[in-house]
């Protein structure tokens, strides 16, 4: 079958889902990823024909976006921080927003001379503290999480990449009684989480692909108290860091005056509030004093 043909069929059948520029993404992702075609080939080999178990491939994987599947889980990767992540349902897909996070910490300590003792709470794929293990020389990374399953994510990322971060499962809401995490009650320079943020009352806002295929372990808070994991993370952080080490967060973009005062309240100084690429509260950072 000419793949021209297959483009258009996907457009036909996904136009109503997604905007055209996404379903041509899709497209030139799964052919890449499959058959190592680049996005030109077509302009280039317009008769192009593929064979039947390449027609099988590139069919079963349109009948996964019909179902709003999200094409990260399909090809098994996402690309973050010049990095290629392995995911799957049991870990959030990284966000450019996240990214954002990540070069912000880059930006304030890429030059420093010390040896940096780092947390993730909450790591998920590990895709934070894998992509500070590797842009930040001789750095100590840590990274927990609760899920067993997210975690087997973490460390398969961790020996693709050739990191050297250090994982541990632990409930961030009672870290103080976890006899698992005793090597993490240690002092850090920097502390960084991604916590579940995302109220229930939000899910109107949310597609359907993150809803349905996203751990909801990752994603949701009760509604009457949408901050309890910043509570935890902040009271964690006030006895774990070292004096003037950073507290670094990804925030629900509705809640920054809320959480701001959370580090206000912990004693934290130098609070900044940060927007992300699309203009929403999306990260702040707290100095220990």
């Known amino acids: 079958m000419l793949l021209r043909e297959i483009k258009n069929i996907y457009h036909s059948e996904l136009d109503a889902i997604y905007s055209k520029e996404e379903v041509n993404s899709f497209f030139y992702l799964l052919i890449e990823h499959y058959f190592d075609l680049e996005r030109f080939i077509l302009a280039i080999q317009p008769e192009l024909v593929i064979d039947k178990k390449q027609e099988t491939v590139i069919f079963q994987a349109l009948s996964e976006l019909k179902l709003e599947k999200p094409i990260q889980h399909i090809i098994g990767t996402a690309y973050f921080m010049d990095l290629d992540f392995k995911v799957n349902e049991h870990v959030l897909i990284p966000r450019p927003e996240t990214e954002e996070l990540v070069r912000w910490i880059l930006d304030d300590h890429k030059n420093t001379a010390k040896i940096l003792t780092i947390l993730d709470m909450g790591t998920g794929s590990g895709c934070i503290p894998i992509s500070l293990d590797k842009n930040l020389t001789d750095a100590k990374v840590f990274g927990l999480d609760i899920s067993t399953d997210a975690l087997k994510v973490a460390e398969e990322n961790n020996a693709l990449l050739n990191a050297g971060v250090k994982f541990y ?113 999306r990260m702040i950072k707290g100095i220990r004093k």
Do not use: W
Request: aromatic share 8%.
């Open 169 to 281: 499962e632990a409930d961030i809401l009672s870290l103080d009684a976890e006899t698992s995490a005793k090597e993490l009650d240690k002092k850090f320079d920097i502390i960084i989480s991604n916590p579940p943020y995302v109220r229930e009352l939000e899910k109107a806002e949310m597609q359907n692909n993150v809803i349905d295929h996203e751990p909801s372990l990752a994603l949701f808070v009760p509604d009457e108290d949408p901050l309890k994991f910043y509570s935890a993370v902040v009271n964690f952080a006030a006895d774990h860091l070292n004096e003037n080490g950073c507290l670094y967060l990804e925030i629900n973009q509705y809640l920054g005056e809320e959480t701001k005062q959370l580090l206000e309240e912990s004693n934290f100084k130098t609070i900044e509030l940060r927007k992300d690429m699309f203009g929403n509260d």
